[in-house]
């Protein structure tokens, strides 16, 4: 069964760091682009970061940038994020999700995020 | 900010067609994606590259493109259908991914 599974999220003071893991099974993780995405309570879906297939290129938010890092284990199929200097804004379930891109000579085909997770909650509050 | 526009609200009988629409300049050069998300569940991708259906999502969900607005058709709608519906896409670089605000669609 293709599934993954956030851990890591948790209370956190103000300022405070925490660092999320996804667990991917079922697929070949190191041929997928990898996503995370938030959602804060009764609010929409928010796009925080990608990371390529073999973990060299990485992209932020401007509200995340320069604070969260977005890395991954593919001999451990797992997608993880550090997230540093955290915010009250910064509360949300976090979600991992995959994503098929095919490269054909300098171009790219994203086919969406297909799988995704259960979530993660994150609260920052003092 | 790059931002993707979609209607708040949108309410529909059984059996009729819902329309949802998601506008944005840079539309036109980036494809656009639909996901489906019921309370308390994880989203569901339902449409991706602006008009293709995914193996397992019903035929009556559809995507169309047209100039700086992508619509997400779902003819036929059930009670079932009832959810929030999200598009996504890129800005004009390609580099940034941005998920529209989100809209409620709600079966009378």
């Known amino acids: 069964e293709v599934q993954l599974v956030e851990s890591g999220g948790g209370l956190v003071q103000p300022g405070g760091s925490l660092r999320l893991s996804c667990a991917a099974s079922?697929?070949?993780?190191?041929?997928?682009?990898m996503h995370w995405v938030r959602q804060a309570p009764g609010k929409g879906l928010v796009w925080v970061s990608h990371?390529?297939?073999?973990?060299?290129?990485?992209t932020y938010a401007d509200s995340v940038k320069g604070r969260f890092t977005i890395s991954r284990d593919n001999a451990k199929n797992t997608l993880y994020l550090q997230m540093n200097s955290l915010r009250a804004e910064d509360t949300a379930l976090y979600y991992c999700?995959?994503?098929?891109?095919?490269?054909?000579?300098?171009?790219?085909?994203?086919?969406?995020?297909?799988?995704w997770g259960q979530g993660t909650t994150v609260t920052v509050s003092s | 900010s790059y931002e993707l526009t979609q209607p708040p609200s949108v309410s529909v009988s059984p059996g009729q067609t819902a329309r949802i629409t998601c506008s944005a300049d840079?539309?036109?050069?980036?494809?656009a994606y639909w996901y489906q998300q019921k309370p308390g569940q994880a989203p569901v991708r339902v449409i991706y590259?602006?008009?293709e259906r995914p193996s397992g999502i019903p035929e009556r969900f559809s995507g169309s493109s047209s100039g700086t607005t992508v619509t997400l058709n779902i003819s036929g709608v059930q009670a079932e259908d009832e959810a929030d519906y999200y598009c996504?896409?890129?800005?004009?670089?390609?580099?940034?991914?941005?998920f529209g605000g989100g809209t409620k669609l709600t079966v009378l």
């Open positions: 999700a995959r994503e098929k891109v095919a490269v054909a000579g300098n171009y790219y085909y994203y086919y969406g995020l297909d799988v």
């Open positions: 079922g697929f070949t993780f190191s041929s997928f682009w």
């Open positions: 990371i390529n297939s073999d973990g060299s290129s990485t």
């Open positions: 840079a539309l036109p050069k980036q494809y």
């Open positions: 590259k602006d008009s």
């Open positions: 996504q896409s890129a800005d004009s670089s390609g580099t940034y991914e941005v």
